[in-house]
């Protein structure tokens, strides 16, 4: 049984930083892809931060430079470290992850991901 589990979310003050951990169980593989998304109330979701099956990064335009993805093999945990954010970050974040090694970052945005978590929400005040 795949679980993941997202925690850490939380409120902020624009320009502060939060740190949002996903931990999954059952996993056929930590390795496979895995990513970090968001969805705003009213907006489409978007893919935000991933990392491949060879530790490759890729982030969203919006948020490079200010997010950092990130696993933790050992502890089965992926994280997303949030800094200097916005109240545009503002929205429910989920971690996702494939179930192929193959799945690139740009086919896991495109939603071809097998697991996903419930969310943590993120909430950035001006």
């Known amino acids: 049984h795949v679980q993941l589990v997202e925690s850490g979310g939380g409120s902020a003050q624009a320009g502060g930083s939060l740190r949002v951990s996903c931990v999954a169980s059952g996993l056929p593989d930590i390795s496979e892809s895995m990513g970090w998304f968001r969805q705003a109330a009213g907006k489409e979701r978007e893919g935000v931060a991933c990392i491949d099956s060879s530790g490759r990064t890729n982030y969203a335009d919006s948020v490079e430079d200010r997010f950092t993805i990130s696993k933790d093999n050992a502890k089965t945990t992926l994280y997303l470290q949030m800094n200097s954010l916005k109240p545009d970050d503002t929205a429910m974040y989920y971690c996702?992850?494939?179930?192929?090694?193959?799945?690139?970052?740009?086919?896991?945005?495109?939603?071809?991901?097998?697991?996903r978590g419930q969310g943590t929400q993120v909430t950035v005040s001006s």
């Open positions: 996702a992850a494939a179930s192929s090694a193959w799945t690139s970052c740009s086919a896991l945005y495109r939603g071809q991901f097998t697991y």
